[in-house]
């Protein structure tokens, strides 16, 4: 069965430390990743997508993501968090084509930042 | 600027009216969109997948009669909350794919109060 997992309900930062949050996921394909940010009453943002090639991908706002296949992982990174960044972040997972197809979502993160 | 439309922003009524939701597609045809649902602090769970021209796909669970969604054109799908009760109360956000290969755009969403 297709899920994704947030392990992290919440976590508190100070503005400035870096910031990993954690995303496993189960899915019976090859699978497209996406981390979204959603701000209070508003909708979703794309972050970033992996689909393939690099492992490593980069996305807006300073944010990167890296896959790891052998562990079903896509972490969501940031060297520095600025206080703009407190918001729910959503890792969320979909078939190759997913354009076209469901997404399956993790429970979120909300992030807060301390001055 | 945004590619998906969602109107109303936000709905507050009496219970027993139904409550119509438009998505639209700004700058690209859209065969498919979807509807979700998201309760406060969880994550969102899909209700059904809106197809051009034909029926929608509900998700287990879901109400037909209770959520009817039209999809009459390329650009436009609707999601009709009938006879709505203070349980229908909820944020609903609905997402469309660009057939060019970008992942889901998602709308800002819908804050459905019923009192």
């Known amino acids: 069965a297709q899920s994704v997992t947030q392990p992290d309900i919440h976590i508190t930062v100070s503005e400035g430390a870096s910031l990993e949050l954690r995303c496993n996921y189960s899915?019976?394909?090859?699978?497209?990743l996406f981390w979204y940010v959603q701000s209070p009453g508003q909708g979703l943002q794309l972050l970033l997508k992996?689909?393939?090639?690099?492992?490593l991908v980069q996305g807006i706002k300073g944010f990167e993501a890296e896959f790891k296949r052998s562990q079903s992982s896509f972490n969501l990174r940031k060297p520095s968090v600025h206080w703009s960044d407190a918001a729910e972040y959503f890792c969320?997972?979909?078939?190759?084509?997913?354009?076209?197809?469901?997404?399956?979502f993790g429970r979120g993160t909300q992030l807060t930042v301390w001055p | 600027g945004a590619v998906v439309s969602q109107h109303p922003s936000r709905v507050i009524c009496k219970s027993g009216t139904s409550v119509k939701i438009e998505c639209r597609s700004l700058?690209?045809?859209?065969?498919?969109m979807f509807w979700y649902r998201q309760f406060p602090k969880q994550s969102l769970m899909l209700m059904a997948t809106?197809?051009?021209?034909?029926?929608?796909?509900?998700e287990q669970g879901v109400e037909k009669d209770k959520f009817l969604i039209n999809h009459a054109s390329l650009t436009l799908s609707t999601l009709t909350v009938t006879s709505a009760h203070p349980e229908d109360s909820s944020f609903y956000i609905c997402s469309a794919g660009d057939p060019g290969g970008e992942p889901q755009h998602f709308g800002d969403g819908t804050r459905l109060s019923i009192l």
């Open positions: 899915y019976g394909a090859t699978p497209y």
């Open positions: 969320a997972v979909g078939a190759k084509g997913s354009t076209l197809g469901r997404l399956y």
């Open positions: 809106s197809n051009e021209g034909s029926k929608a796909t509900y």
């Open positions: 700058d690209f045809q859209a065969t498919t």
């Open positions: 992996y689909f393939s090639g690099d492992t």
